[in-house]
Structure formats: C-alpha cells, structure tokens
T-cell receptor, first 111, second 114 residues
C-alpha cells in the first residue's frame, strides 16, 4: 500500500472550513483515497473516498490533485463534534483488504 | 451506528493467557477484517476473512488467529498474551469482494494485559 503523510495536528475555528491535507506521492493507478475519522476511543468512521475526480457528500468534500499525489478533505462548516483524528489512507481496488493507517491528523475545532 | 457490534467492550488478562474477541458484522456484509490500535497510533491491519477463509494478513504472529462463521460473525483469538498486546481491537466489515466498498468499524474491544 502507498504511504500517506499528514500533519500531526491542526486547529480550526468553529463555523469555518477545515482543510485537511494528505500526501500520497507513491499512489498507484488502481488505489483509491479514503478518509476516515476517529472520535476519542470510538471506531473509525467512514467519511468519503475517491479515485480521480473530486467527490462531495453530506459530510465533506474530497479534492484530489490531477497527478493524484495529494488530496484535501474539506469540512465546510466545522463544528465542535468534528474534533477527531482524521486518517487519509489508500487502498487497492483489487486483492485483499489490507488497509494501512498512518497516525492521522488530530483536528481540534475551537469555539 | 454502523451495525457492527463487538464484545466484550473491555477486558483484562494476564500474560500468557488466551483471549477471544467477537464481532457481529453488519447484516449482509461478507468480508470482515481485524485491526489492533495501540494508544496514540493508527489501527494496524491484522487479517481479513472473506467467505470464511482468511485471505490477507498483516505483520502479526501466528498466535493471532481468527474465524468467520456462516452468518458472517467472526472471532479474533490471541494466544500466549504479551504485555504489548494491550490495545483497542477493532473489527470492520464490508460488502462485496474484498477491497470494494467502505469499511464499517465497530466500537472496539479494549484489552489490557497485566
């Protein structure tokens, strides 16, 4: 699996957009970019995923660069409940389900 | 609420003992994987089961073993417990052939080895 690099921590003011970057420079053509978050001591929660195109759902938007070597998760209006560790991972589109998590970005939303 | 339930939520064991952790997958999910998450670290892949067969394994010794049952529930067994096995153990399920679809995680079982 490709490795990902994320900043260890970020702060964001409540109500503002939170932009969480992720580098995955060794990603291969059949690997998807997934984002999960983990609120303290709970199981990781799926947020969004994409292959090439930008994606949006009710939780967030995912922007993937044209060369696919980096991506940004955008939480458009951060709330205190968005305080969590955010993991960017890449997964093969075939084969078995080994998923490699890094240490993620701890996002602190500030009132 | 992901529909993935794990038991027990917390347990304490001593070195050398054996432990069995259980996971009930979301209805219809035929793929389950297990992860170990040490304090302050991201989850580490242990192994995956698809249609009751192990079809992928991370860097964990054979004393970590598992089972998946016809109803897609599963177990993680750890023999000869070591202090470093203290961690949150997460179960994740998904539908379809392995590596398709998002993973749904349970809340985990926190194991403390004394």
């Amino acid at each position: 699996d490709a490795k990902t690099t994320q900043p260890p921590s970020m702060d964001c003011a409540e109500g503002r957009a939170a932009n969480l970057p992720c580098n995955h420079s060794t990603i291969s053509g059949n690997e998807y970019v997934y984002w999960y978050r983990q609120i303290h001591s709970q199981g990781p929660q799926y947020i969004i995923h994409g292959l090439k195109n930008n994606e949006t759902n009710e939780m967030a938007s995912l922007i993937i660069t044209e060369d696919r070597k980096s991506s940004t998760l955008i939480l458009p209006h951060a709330t205190l409940r968005d305080t969590a560790v955010y993991y960017c991972i890449v997964r093969y589109s075939g084969g078995y389900q080994k998923v490699t998590f890094g240490t993620g970005t701890k996002l602190q939303v500030i009132p | 609420e992901t529909g993935v339930t794990q038991s027990p939520t917390h347990l304490i064991k001593t070195r050398g003992q054996q432990v069995t952790l259980r996971c009930s997958s979301q209805s219809g999910h035929n793929t389950v994987s297990w992860y170990q998450q040490a304090l302050g670290q991201g989850p580490q892949f242990i192994f995956q089961y698809y249609r009751e067969e192990e079809n992928g394994r991370g860097n964990f010794p054979p004393r970590f073993s598992g089972l998946q049952f016809p109803n897609y529930s599963s177990e993680l067994n750890v023999n000869a417990l070591e202090l470093d096995d203290s961690a949150l153990y997460l179960c994740a399920s998904s539908y379809g052939t392995p590596n398709t679809g998002e993973l749904f995680f349970g809340e985990g079982s926190r194991l403390t080895v004394l």
